[in-house]
């Protein structure tokens, strides 16, 4: 097995569920993430201190970790006129030096003692526009394409700022994050590839399926 260090962790960050008043009914959830200090258990599908809120759609083993890279907060924090902290998208790891949207799904990486592996982006739900306190900030984090990526615990570990990141091994198939992410923002040709992709969480296998059939029938019905 090969490795390619290809960043460092800027930061780890948790958090809890709480209660959260937005447009007049309470919301829990778990998007508030602060920094820590120290080296923090990676294991199952969480970091010690982190949880989710509603693992319907949050959470579990493809998404156990969230990544977020310092270069893409630079660009918001040019575009906002202000500049944001680690973890203010949620993410559980703030990273430098690596393009998320350029990392192949599948590709394992070693953080720490513990090595995890790329899955799949982030979508954006309502709780991203609760946090920045703006509801139009969904549209237009996912018009940013800068999703970020989720990674799951393939081996547990501790992780930490400072940490390198290690590229230990990266699938032929060349999907990257990027892909998997353009492919529901007006890239239909890319769903073939993404219905029956090996390292792609079942979830967005199916819903590459069913976005599929629905351009198929679209197609049939012109």
């Known amino acids: 097995m090969s490795s390619e260090p290809i960043g460092l962790v800027v930061s780890v960050n948790v958090g809890q569920p709480r209660e959260v008043r937005w447009h007049g009914r309470t919301v829990t959830t778990a998007i508030w993430k ?3 200090s120290g080296r923090i258990r990676a294991v199952d599908v969480n970091l010690d201190g982190d949880d989710q ?10 998404k156990a970790i969230y990544a977020y890279a ?4 630079q660009w918001w924090a040019d575009g906002l006129g202000s500049p944001l902290e680690p973890g203010t998208f949620g993410e559980n ?4 030096g690596t393009d998320l949207n350029a990392a192949v799904v599948g590709e394992r990486w070693q953080v720490g003692t513990a090595i995890l592996r790329v899955t799949e982006p982030r979508m954006p739900c309502f709780k991203l526009g609760m946090r920045m306190g703006d509801a139009t900030f969904v549209d237009r984090f996912a018009d940013a394409a800068r999703p970020g990526t989720y990674l799951a615990i393939e081996h547990p570990g501790d992780v930490g ?3 390198t990141i290690t590229l230990l091994q990266r699938p032929d198939h060349g999907v990257t994050i990027g892909a998997v992410e353009r492919a529901y923002h007006g890239h239909p040709e890319l769903l073939p590839t993404l219905a029956n992709l090996e390292g792609l969480s079942d979830s967005w296998r199916t819903g590459a399926r069913r976005h599929l059939a629905r351009h ?4 049939q019905a012109n």
């Open 216 to 219: 198929q029938s679209a197609g």
């Open 93 to 96: 790891l703030t990273v430098a």
């Open 161 to 163: 700022a400072g940490d």
């Open 53 to 62: 809120a509603d693992r319907r759609v949050h959470g579990g083993p493809t």
């Open 70 to 73: 310092a270069e893409d907060y």
């Open 34 to 36: 602060q920094p820590v």
